[in-house]
């Protein structure tokens, strides 16, 4: 089973930028899609973006397209978020997960992270 560390979150104002990482353990990491997602208090979880195995796909959420870059290195079995022009509607737990396929597509997730505080204040 994928063990799964998400690290980098952090305090920062809005229009600020962070970069999320999430350490895999396991040797199958280049094999499956990576994604992220967040969660906010009092609210549903919510699918922010997708990678395919190699990198060369990738999905978004409608409110972090433009903004959020997902991407991954298979040699260090480590995904990545990069966030830019934060906004204080990004605040949230975000964590990560292995895709059930190589695609990454945003239906794919099951077992998410303990996950990483994002907070961006205004």
């Known amino acids: 089973q994928e063990q799964l560390v998400e690290s980098g979150g952090g305090l920062v104002q809005a229009g600020g930028s962070l970069r999320l990482s999430c350490v895999g353990s396991a040797r199958t990491f280049s094999r499956y899609g990576m994604g992220w997602s967040r969660q906010a208090p009092g609210k549903e979880r919510e699918f922010v973006a997708g990678?395919?195995?190699?990198?060369?796909?990738?999905y978004y959420a409608d409110s972090v397209k433009g903004r959020f870059t997902i991407s991954r290195d298979n040699t260090k079995n480590t995904l990545y978020l990069e966030m830019n022009s934060l906004k204080p509607e990004d605040t949230a737990l975000y964590s990560c997960?292995?895709?059930?396929?190589?695609?990454?597509?945003?239906?794919?997730?099951?077992?998410w992270g303990q996950g990483t505080q994002v907070t961006v204040s205004s």
């Open positions: 997960a292995k895709g059930r396929t190589n695609w990454g597509r945003p239906e794919e997730y099951d077992d």
């Open positions: 990678i395919s195995f190699s990198g060369a796909r990738q």
